[in-house]
């Protein structure tokens, strides 16, 4: 138990020490005021002026100390409140945006994870099971090159061929289309994340599996007449699963990276877009909050894995 | 399925020998990587057409497709990609060089300082490292890119800053292997100071890892500067392999003259496979574990 409220203590203290940077950085670094009332921020000359700035600094509080400001910034983002929009006269607000993006994101994340592990397994099962021989060769230098390729030259190349030579999928993401043909578009974009995600799985797995085969135990399943299939699925699979379910949240957090750059190719408008959308414009709550949401993902993630560890192996309990 | 001729897998036990062997494949990636390199180094001094003249030949409109006088094709500007490619190499590998570097310095040194000191150094360093890898490295990248001006320099540091804490958890980790060993133990009873132990005895065997992973890393920083030239936040003047890619890929381009965005892509393909594979190699060869302690 106490081991658990450490590890949720130090999750915490990470998601805390990443805000304060990036809120810290963010008002440090830019300029608020600048970035609400665009040139009209260096307008002290007249009273007209004055009194626009002195408005602006009290909607925003921006005439409060830092600390102040982050704290009243905290306390808003944990009850889901991240604040006004800079730009648009705060309309709407972060949260109304977030929550339209938010699900594009998460649902071309859980497509290229969901292809991802439905290709790696199969893949490592068959390449482990024909270890060294011509096409497990062939399956390794195939998953080396789909690792060095990165997600924008794939993506790059999967546009060209399947939406300009042969016409299978549709270019534009339409917002407005019904959720079937809405997740219809969002199959090669997902496509371009599984691919490179299911080498590095398969990758893994793959040796993980050869290590496995090679236990006294599978001996004795096979000497006692378990057939060869059941002693792949059965008996080696599960406990090669481990470094898997570790390199499977470790890469979530590239692929969050990487759904940020194939919605940009892919005209996707996801939190990727909104991120770039708000850096242009220099709107610092909405490029806080993607920021404050993605790093949560990806300590949510690190904590799951642990979790499942637990589960699946009770060695990990006892120490 | 033909469960009566085969028996489990068994394994070549060969891998003992061929690890020990860098191969043919090793050198094939070491000259392209050096051919790009020197192309990089000597682009102004090369025989190259001028990578910003628009070479429009009257009456056709650009951009041309590959020919004689331009190898990889022209861009819709009617510019010589083959010296663009050339050219965007040199941003795209300063600014992976530099930060593998400033991963190799400083991550390393404090990876050292953590591995061979422990307590509250390895717990402080070790947390540090830890804040660092959490953050998802992109939007770190995003958020200084688009908070300071996007100069090379800029760019160069932040992917410097990210590959900190993968080396520096290497050479922590190396080092711990290493603190225990006996010729340290001599060095010590010999009366060396600590700063003699890790200048002479540590860092020479530190070093070998990190060069294996400064290959990686270099692959890892010139494809970082590709996403970043995509979400619009690479290097703003000059060319890069990224922007080159991102200037092909518009869906017009794309379908009338794919060669734009695949002249790039091949070469940023190989030179990343190339760095991937020497990396890779280097590492079995002398046997890099990440994850040791």
Known sequence: ?319 | MTDETDVAPVVAPADETTTRKLGIGFWISVTWIAVVVLAALLAPWLPLKDPDANFIVPGERPPYSPNGTHWFGTDQDARDLFSRTIFGARISLTVGFVAIACGMVFGGALGILAGFFRGWWDRIISFVFLVLLSFPALVLAILITALLERSQRTISNTLGILSISPVGRVARATTISFADREFVLAARTLGAKNSRIIIRELLPNVLIPMGALALLGMAVAVVAEGGLAFLGLSVAKGSTWGKLILNGSGSRLLADSPWVAFAPILVLFITVLALNFAGDRLRSYFDVKETSL
């Open chain 1, 1 to 319: 138990m106490s081991y658990w409220l450490q590890r949720l203590g130090a999750a915490i203290a990470l998601l805390l020490a990443v805000s304060m940077l990036t809120f810290g950085a963010m008002n440090l670094l830019g300029d608020p005021l600048f970035n609400i009332l665009g040139p009209s921020a260096g307008d002290t000359e007249t009273e007209e002026g004055r009194q626009i700035i002195q408005a602006a600094k009290d909607e925003y509080n921006l005439d409060d100390p830092l600390p102040a400001r982050y704290v009243q910034w905290a306390a808003g983002f944990v009850t889901g409140d991240f604040g006004v929009q800079f730009g648009l006269d705060g309309e709407p607000p972060v949260s109304d945006l977030i929550k339209e993006r938010l699900p594009r994101t998460l649902t071309l994340l859980i497509m290229a994870q969901m292809m991802a592990v439905t290709l790696a397994i199969p893949w490592a099962l068959f390449s482990a099971s024909r270890a060294d021989s011509a096409i497990d060769k062939v399956s390794t230098v195939t998953s080396f090159m789909f690792i060095a390729l990165p997600s924008f030259a794939l993506a790059v190349i999967m546009k060209y061929l399947f939406v300009i030579k042969f016409e299978i999928f549709p270019l534009i993401f339409n917002a407005a289309d019904p959720l079937a043909s809405r997740l219809w578009q969002m199959v090669l974009p997902a496509m371009v994340l599984a691919l490179p995600a299911a080498s590095v799985y398969q990758r893994l797995l793959r040796t993980d599996l050869i290590t496995t085969l090679q236990e006294d135990y599978i001996l004795t399943a096979r000497s006692k007449g378990v057939s060869k299939r059941n002693v792949l699925f059965k008996h080696a699979l599960r406990p090669s699963l481990f470094s898997f379910i570790t390199i499977f949240a470790i890469n979530t957090g590239a692929l969050i990276g990487g759904a940020l750059i194939v919605e940009q190719v892919f005209i996707i408008p996801g939190l990727g877009s909104a991120i770039v959308e708000a850096i242009l414009r220099e709107d610092f709550p909405v490029v806080l909050a993607i920021v404050m949401i993605v790093t949560a993902g990806f300590v949510v993630m690190n904590v799951l894995v642990d979790l499942i560890y637990s589960i699946i192996d009770p060695r990990v309990r006892a120490s």
